[in-house]
Nanobody, 118 residues
Framework: QAMLEESGGGLVQPGGSLKLTCEAS????????MGWYRQVQGEQRELVATAATDGTINTADSVKDRFTISRDDTGDTVWLQMDRLKPEDTAVYYC????????????WGQGIQVTVSS
């Protein structure tokens, strides 16, 4: 069983919407943060948005007016609602989870492709 299960993604036209979902395994304890990063071909992986357990949300300036991150009450699922998508949003999106027990660990999803093109 994968520690993180990602779903969503795909091919959409500019201006369209897409919603990504990431579910963390119950085997991950003491989650302090869940969120999304993305990586464009040939470039560095960058933060998209994260949601800490205390409610703190961090969203990249490039998407803050178009993307919305949210988590469920149990804290094991995170969504990324992406609206008004642009071609420059095309990337592989990775779910990221940080936990603190038994030791601090960082988990990464396999990555899902998001392609915005006409």
């Amino acid at each position: 069983q994968a520690m993180l299960e990602e779903s969503g993604g795909g091919l959409v036209q500019p201006g369209g919407s897409l919603k990504l979902t990431c579910e963390a395994s119950r085997a991950i304890y003491s989650i302090t943060s869940m969120g999304w990063y993305r990586q464009v071909q040939g470039e560095q992986r960058e933060l998209v948005a994260t949601a800490a357990t205390d409610g703190t949300i961090n969203t990249a300036d490039s998407v803050k007016d178009r993307f919305t991150i949210s988590r469920d009450d149990t804290g094991d699922t995170v969504w990324l609602q992406m609206d008004r998508l642009k071609p420059e949003d095309t990337a592989v999106y990775y779910c990221n989870v940080v936990s603190t027990w038994p030791k601090r660990r960082e988990y990464w999803g396999q990555g899902i492709q998001v392609t915005v093109s006409s």
